[in-house]
C-alpha cells in the first residue's frame, strides 16, 4: 500500500526547488517529508537547472507511483533599480535621484531602467526599495529623473526591486524573458503555470492565448489593482496564490490577512484551488526550528481552508529544508485532527451554481450522514473533484482520470487523491473500477459503503449529475 495515497492529510504542501534542494535524494526527501507538489521559480536559475530538477521530480513521481505536480513561477514585470558601483546605505533624510542614466549608480543616485515609468512618477508618490526595507519620496521632477527624500534608510545594491504601491504599472504581465520562459516550460511538460505581477483580466487572457488547453494557469495576487478586480480575475484562472510577498509591500501589511481571507474565501466559491505563500517558516531558512507566530500562520491557513501552502526561501535556500517541510505537513495534520478545524472551515455555507453543485453537496452530506470510507469521483477535466473538494467533506476523495495533466493538476487540491484510471463508458464497469480503488487505495474495507459521483454522459466535461452510494 502506497503510504501517501493513505494519509489523513488534506491541505497540500508545495515546496520551491533551489540551490538548496538540488539534488535527486533531496528531492526525494522532500516527497517523504510531505511535498505533494514542486515549484520552480523562473526568477533564478538557468534553463538547465530547471530541466535537471523537472528530470528529477519526474523520476520519483515514477519511483513512488502516485502524481506529483510541476508548477512553473514565471517572473513577470519585476521593476528593479539599475547596477550600483557598489552597495551603498542611504540614511533617512538624505536625497537619492532616479534617473535613465545607465551608468552604475552610486550613494546619490541609479538607474530606473524602466523608461515607461519615470514620466508617470508625480511627486508625493511613494518608491519602495528592497522588499520595502528603503523607502523614498518623490519631492521633485528634473526632466527624466526625479529627486526623492530617503523617508526609511537602508541597504541597497544592484538590481534591487522596485515597488510603486500607488501605480497601476504601464507593463504587461508577460515580458520577453516570461515568453521564452513559458515556451521552455511548455517543451519540459509542466503542469502549472503561475503568472506574476497581474493587475487586470487581460493579463490572464494573453496567458490563455499562448497556453491553450496544455498547462493549467495559476494567478498570483499580489498587486493593488489585482485585488480591486478580483471578481473579474479569479474566474479565468484555475487557481489562485495569495502572493504575500509583494502584495504586503504594496500595501499596508494590516490589509494582507483580510485580502487572504477574502481570497481564499472567493476562490473556494468558484471552485478555484487556492495557495497560500510566502514566509510561512521563513525563520527555518537559518533554524532548525520556526517561531511560534509563524506555526499559528500555517495553522490559520490551514483552518480557514486553503487548498494548498507554500515554502518559498525555507525550501529552495535555507539550510532546513526537508526539516521545513516536515515541520509544515506536522502542523497540518495537528490542525486537522483539531475539533475546531471543520467548524471553521463550514461557518459559512457556500452559494450553489447548478447540478454539479447540488450533486457534489448531497454527496458530501450523503457521506456524513452515512459514515461512508471515501468519496470516489470520475473526472476528464477535473471539474467534479474540484466541486467536490469545494465542499470539504469528511472523506478522502479520490478522483479517477484517464488524463495525465488532470491527475498532476488535482495534486494540489484540497482532500483530493487523484489516481490515473483507463477510461470507461460503462457505468456498471465505472462503479466497480471505483470500488476496487477504494479498497486497494486502503481507504475502505470490504462490506463498507462508498459514495460515487460521475458525469453522464461519461466522459462530458462540466456535466457532474451522478450520485451512487456503492458497498466495497
Not at 523520476?59 to 513577470?76: R, S, W
Not at 533624510?93 to 531602467?113: I, M, S, Y
Not at 528634473?142 to 534608510?153: H, K, M
Not at 472551515?345 to 450533486?359: N, V
Request: aromatic letters at 4%; a neutral charge; one cysteine or more.
Amino acid at each position: 500500500m502506497n503510504p501517501r495515497l493513505n494519509t489523513p492529510r488534506r491541505t497540500k504542501i508545495l515546496a520551491t526547488l533551489g540551490p538548496q534542494s538540488n539534488t535527486k535524494d533531496k528531492i526525494r526527501a522532500l516527497v517523504a517529508a510531505g511535498a505533494s507538489a514542486f515549484r520552480l521559480n523562473f526568477s533564478h536559475g538557468s534553463h538547465a537547472d530547471h530541466a535537471q530538477r523537472y528530470a528529477w521530480v519526474r523520476e520519483i513521481e515514477a519511483e513512488v507511483g502516485y502524481p506529483i505536480a510541476i508548477l512553473q513561477d514565471l517572473q513577470g514585470p519585476k521593476i528593479r533599480i539599475g547596477e550600483m558601483a557598489q552597495p551603498v546605505t542611504l540614511c533617512a533624510g538624505e536625497t537619492f535621484v532616479l534617473d535613465a542614466d545607465p551608468t552604475p549608480g552610486t550613494a546619490q543616485r541609479v538607474a530606473l531602467p524602466h523608461p515607461e515609468i519615470l514620466p508617470l512618477l508625480k511627486v508625493d508618490d511613494p518608491i519602495y526599495i528592497n522588499d520595502g526595507l528603503v523607502r523614498l519620496r518623490v519631492v521633485a521632477r528634473q526632466g527624466q529623473a526625479v529627486q526623492c527624500l530617503v523617508v526609511a534608510g537602508g541597504a541597497i545594491s544592484s538590481r534591487k526591486g522596485v515597488n510603486l504601491p500607488q501605480m497601476e504599472v504601464p507593463l504587461p504581465a508577460l515580458t520577453d524573458k516570461d515568453r521564452a520562459d513559458l515556451e521552455f516550460g511548455l517543451q519540459l511538460g509542466v503542469d502549472w503555470v503561475a503568472l506574476s505581477f497581474v493587475q487586470r483580466p487581460e493579463d490572464l487572457t494573453a496567458l490563455r492565448a499562448l497556453v491553450g488547453d496544455r498547462v493549467k494557469v495559476m494567478v498570483k495576487i499580489e498587486m493593488p489593482a489585482a485585488v480591486k478586480r478580483l471578481d473579474e480575475i479569479v474566474p479565468l484562472a484555475d487557481a489562485c496564490m495569495v502572493a504575500r510577498g509583494d502584495l504586503g509591500v504594496e500595501l499596508p501589511l494590516a490589509e494582507v490577512p483580510p485580502i487572504q481571507k477574502r481570497i481564499i474565501r472567493l476562490a473556494r466559491e468558484q471552485g478555484k484551488i487556492v495557495v497560500v505563500a510566502t514566509q510561512m517558516l521563513e525563520s527555518m531558512v537559518t533554524n532548525i526550528a520556526p517561531t511560534r507566530a509563524e506555526v499559528s500562520d500555517v495553522a490559520n491557513a490551514t483552518y480557514e481552508g486553503a487548498d494548498c501552502l507554500m515554502l518559498s526561501a525555507e525550501s529552495a535556500n535555507g539550510a532546513y529544508p526537508v526539516e521545513a517541510v516536515a515541520m509544515m505537513d506536522a502542523v497540518i495534520r495537528r490542525v486537522e485532527q483539531s475539533s475546531a478545524w471543520l467548524p471553521l472551515m463550514t461557518a459559512r455555507g457556500l452559494p450553489t451554481g447548478g447540478t454539479e453543485d447540488a450533486i457534489t453537496g448531497a454527496a458530501s452530506q450523503l457521506a456524513d450522514s452515512l459514515g461512508v470510507g471515501a468519496i470516489v469521483t470520475f473526472t476528464a477535466g477535473g471539474t467534479t473533484a474540484l466541486r467536490m473538494s469545494r465542499q470539504r467533506p469528511q472523506q478522502p476523495i479520490l478522483a479517477m482520470t484517464p488524463q495525465p495533466l488532470t491527475a498532476r493538476m488535482l495534486v494540489l487540491a484540497w482532500g483530493v487523491q487523484p489516481h490515473l484510471a483507463p477510461d470507461v463508458y460503462d457505468l456498471e464497469r465505472m462503479v466497480t473500477n471505483a470500488a476496487d480503488l477504494a479498497h486497494t487505495a486502503g481507504q475502505v474495507a470490504a462490506g463498507q459503503n462508498i459514495v460515487v459521483t460521475a458525469g453522464l454522459p461519461i466522459g462530458t466535461p462540466g456535466s457532474t449529475n451522478m450520485l451512487r452510494v456503492v458497498r466495497v
